[in-house]
């Protein structure tokens, strides 16, 4: 288990702290949080790589910051991916005129979230884009290769595009360094002992003494099937031969591969030597010649007992870049050429001079952080009057009542994630009620009529929840408010409106739909009941109180369901007999609105 931390709600603050406090010459927090960027910003306009997702997987992602790889890197909470808003601040605080690459694994969470950052900061004129690394051949069969989920050989996907965006390569071609290397790259793991969270005395799951999990991923999530643990030898050819069974057809000529050996928290360097001399010579039998190969721990996942293979079929290209010099606090390699006159800054040694002469000056630091949005004018948030108090009023009792709903059930919530997930959800759901409470407050306060006061409650839950609920939640609030008048009291018509609009921004967003085993199972019955109810001529309580029933139960019947999207997908045998979390926890919430507004 973890056993060091303060609040465990904060670990992630507290150790972003930390690092920064350690490793001051290659990096620096950026302002407000939300992740950390080079300490000294490059001499040249470069597109600016930021790697990104969830806390607990160091020195994935935050430890490759630094002079030849990454530029920034986004934090999320433990398992979860960073929020939106967080991407956002990372971003405007790293590039440097050339543009943005987030790369990051293929979850959901971090699809979307990185996805809106990009958006806006194309909006504003930032040019910005997504890679989603999908290496993990036990994450889905060859034909769904895209669905599979990033582990481990994001490490070289992140190596070579950061390779390429130093030597002064476009936003286009940077992209097609990731693409490239990912469609040559396949990983394979394996767990022995499940990882805990921090604050929490029990794993998230456990492998049976004797048996390893084959397949698991870096979230905490179990392997997709266990077998016996027999000696290094016989798991070294498990790993070899999964990999070399899944080499790419584009690379069926070349010879030269990358290799990581990575472990995962708990296995021992010692234990992965052992290994790596099976593993090296297999791979060597089998005709392939390694190219600075990597052991040890490079994407770990909190105190997961276990490891990982990945292999990159490297060209002259790949070989070139993954070969190229880096500076950054967990990772060093070759020899970086000397700062760059007058910005303290350091290029690497392969840097064409053309390229470097193409490139525009900037500054060492950003002595104004301030992003184009910032500049905007805002208009005023109008102001609640007449029955609209009401309404305000009755918006903030109801995340008073789920926020102590939550927190009572913030255990159970992450043992039915831990199933088939993470085991984040009832920490992720626990920020953000937090978050959207205290906004909420605030808004009622200042006067805010129910719509803005519920904007504030839905950008906040969003920001600190993170992943994919905190996305969906704060995109299912944010719709909900626009129905809500600033004058009067919301007529039923109104009030159905706004669960339509809310159901409808979440689907779009996440793209369930009922039977998928996510909140929307438990989401659109609600929103029919909800509905059906106010035009019979029910009053709003009463809608409510039916509707809520409606949730409920299909949230529970979702136990039957096997899921079709998300972390859970890989393990869709496993969660049969287990509720969906997501829409557990939203069918809690909803009783708790129902019940506070029946009892007004």
């Known amino acids: 288990m973890t056993r060091i931390c303060n609040d465990p709600a904060r670990f992630t603050e507290d150790m ?28 040249t306009a470069k597109v600016a790589v930021l790697t990104g997702g969830g806390s607990g997987h160091y020195p994935a992602f935050c430890g ?80 769904e290769a895209d669905r599979r989920r990033g582990i481990a050989g994001g490490f070289t996907v992140y190596k070579t595009a950061s390779a390429a965006a130093e030597e002064g390569a476009d936003l286009d071609e940077v992209v097609r360094v990731a693409e490239h290397t990912n469609a040559r790259t396949r990983s394979l793991g394996v767990a022995f002992a499940g990882c ?73 360097y010692e234990e992965l030597y052992v290994l790596w001399a099976s ?27 276990g490891c990982s293979l990945t292999v990159t079929w490297l060209d002259e290209e790949l070989e070139r870049l993954w070969l190229a010099p880096a500076d950054t606090p967990a990772f060093r390699r070759g020899v970086l050429a000397p700062a760059d006159p007058g910005t303290g800054g350091s290029v690497p040694a392969q840097r064409t001079a053309s390229a470097a002469a193409g490139a525009t000056a900037t500054t060492t630091a950003r002595t104004a952080a301030t992003p184009a949005a910032a500049t905007r004018t805002a208009d005023a948030p109008a102001t609640a009057t007449g029955e609209a108090v009401t309404t305000a009023d009755t918006v903030v009792r109801a995340l008073q009542a789920a926020h102590t709903l939550l927190h009572e059930h913030e255990e159970n919530l992450g043992r039915l994630d831990a199933v088939a997930g993470d085991g984040d959800h009832g920490r992720g759901m626990c920020k ?14 200042a006067g805010a009529a129910p719509a803005a006061l519920l904007g ?57 739909a009922p039977g998928d085993k996510t909140l929307v199972d438990a989401l659109a019955p609600f929103v029919t009941a909800f509905g059906e109810r106010l035009e019979t001529g029910a009053p709003p309580a009463e809608a409510l109180t039916a509707a809520a029933g409606a949730a409920r139960t299909a949230a529970e019947a979702t136990a039957e369901l096997r899921p079709k999207l998300g972390r859970a997908r890989p393990l869709a045998e496993r969660s049969v007999g287990t509720p969906d979390p997501g829409a557990m926890s939203l069918a809690m919430v909803l009783g708790a609105l129902a019940e506070t507004v029946r009892h007004l």
């Not at 001051?24 to 000294?40: F, I, L, S, T, Y």
């Not at 953000?432 to 306060?445: F, S, T, Y």
């Open 279 to 305: 593993v090296e010579r297999l791979l060597t039998e089998a005709g392939l010649e390694l190219v600075r190969p990597e052991v040890g721990e490079l994407v770990t996942s909190l105190d997961m007992a």
């Open 432 to 445: 953000g009620v937090d978050a959207a409470l205290a906004a909420a407050e605030k808004a009622q306060v």
């Open 64 to 143: 490759v910051v630094g002079d030849g790889f990454a530029d920034g890197s986004v934090i999320g909470n433990v398992f979860t991916s960073p929020s939106a808003a967080q991407a956002y601040s990372v971003a405007a605080e790293a590039e440097t005129g050339a543009g943005v690459l987030f790369l990051f694994g293929n979850y959901a969470g971090d699809v979307i979230n990185f996805g809106q950052a990009a958006q806006r900061l194309t909006a504003e004129g930032i040019p910005a884009r997504c890679f989603a690394v999908t290496d993990d051949i036990a994450s889905a069969p060859t034909a």
């Open 16 to 43: 972003v702290r930390g690092f920064v406090a350690a490793h001051p010459e290659h990096v620096r927090a950026v302002p407000g949080g939300g992740g950390v960027v080079r300490a000294r910003r490059p001499g």
């Open 196 to 268: 805990t969270l921090p604050g929490q005395r029990e794993p998230l799951f456990t492998v049976p003494e004797g048996k390893l999990g084959l397949g698991l991923g870096i979230h905490g999530e179990p392997g997709v099937s266990e077998s016996e643990l027999t000696s290094a030898e016989e798991l070294a050819r498990t790993l070899v031969e999964g990999l070399l069974a899944e080499r790419p057809g584009q690379a069926a000529a070349d010879r030269r591969v990358a290799v990581l050996l990575n472990g995962l928290g708990a296995t021992k």
């Open 456 to 512: 504030a409650a839905a950008d906040a839950w969003a920001a600190e929840a993170g992943g994919t609920s905190g996305a969906l939640w704060g995109a299912g609030l944010r719709a909900f408010g626009t129905a809500l008048p600033a004058d009067r009291a919301p007529a039923p018509a109104e009030l159905a409106a706004g669960a339509r609009a809310a159901l409808e921004a979440v689907t779009s967003l996440g793209k369930a």
